[in-house]
């Protein structure tokens, strides 16, 4: 009885219409004008946390005396802006045009996400890859100079494992930055997928 029962339910469920996905335009639009700003909030933080950079560690260039110090602050201050430029050219948020109807409204947000998607899965070559040669020679040159200080030789283990720590600090925010882009990426192409199922449906 019961196993008849299942089977029924079995049939049941195999035999039932699928609900087409559907979305209409306001909706689809409504959709693309958020991700503009929210695309806009994360450029603007972006270029917010890259001056701070830039102002810092022009700071450091007068600050500290030691050449190789002074040669990293410059690798990373050049770096930032060309970090910057690539945010500014391959990810700035493009407006929702005012008149679109619903296949070119549903081009255009698909595209847009393409884009953004692209933009994380390369995050690697074009923000973090960058960054790493000035804050290497940075860090290596603010070691080299603490060990040419007065007693030096005394705090010389301390010096050496504070510096381990903060190369393994720096890794793990490089490594997090790019794992998290990824992560983003891969809901960004859930998101395309979910598209291109309305795509089939229209």
């Given at each position: 009885m019961e196993s008849e029962a299942g089977d029924n339910a079995k049939n049941l469920w195999k035999n039932q219409q699928v609900e087409p996905i559907q979305i209409?335009?306001?909706?689809l639009r409504k959709r693309a004008q958020k991700l503009e700003k929210r695309i806009h909030r994360r450029n603007l933080r972006e270029?917010?946390?890259?001056?701070?950079?830039?102002?810092?560690f022009g700071y450091y260039i007068f600050r500290f005396p030691d050449p190789m110090i002074r040669f990293g602050c410059v690798l990373v201050i050049a770096s930032s802006l060309f970090v910057l430029y690539q945010l500014r050219k391959r990810g700035a948020a493009r407006a929702v045009p005012a008149e679109m109807a619903f296949r070119d409204c549903l081009d255009f947000h698909r595209k847009e996400l393409?884009?953004?998607?692209?933009?994380?899965?390369?995050?690697?070559?074009w923000y973090i890859l960058p960054l790493v040669p000035?804050?290497?020679?940075?860090?290596?040159g603010d070691f080299q100079w603490q060990m040419t200080l007065p007693n030096a030789a005394v705090h010389a283990g301390h010096v050496k494992i504070l510096f381990g720590l903060r190369v393994a600090i720096v890794v793990v925010i490089f490594i997090g930055v790019g794992k998290l882009n990824q992560w983003a990426a891969r809901r960004l192409?859930?998101?395309?997928?979910?598209?291109?199922?309305?795509?089939?449906?229209?």
């Open positions: 209409s335009l306001a909706e270029y917010v946390a890259g001056a701070i950079v830039i102002a810092c393409e884009r953004q998607r692209d933009l994380l899965r390369s995050v690697w070559t000035g804050v290497l020679v940075f860090m290596l192409q859930r998101r395309i997928d979910a598209l291109n199922s309305v795509e089939k449906e229209f």
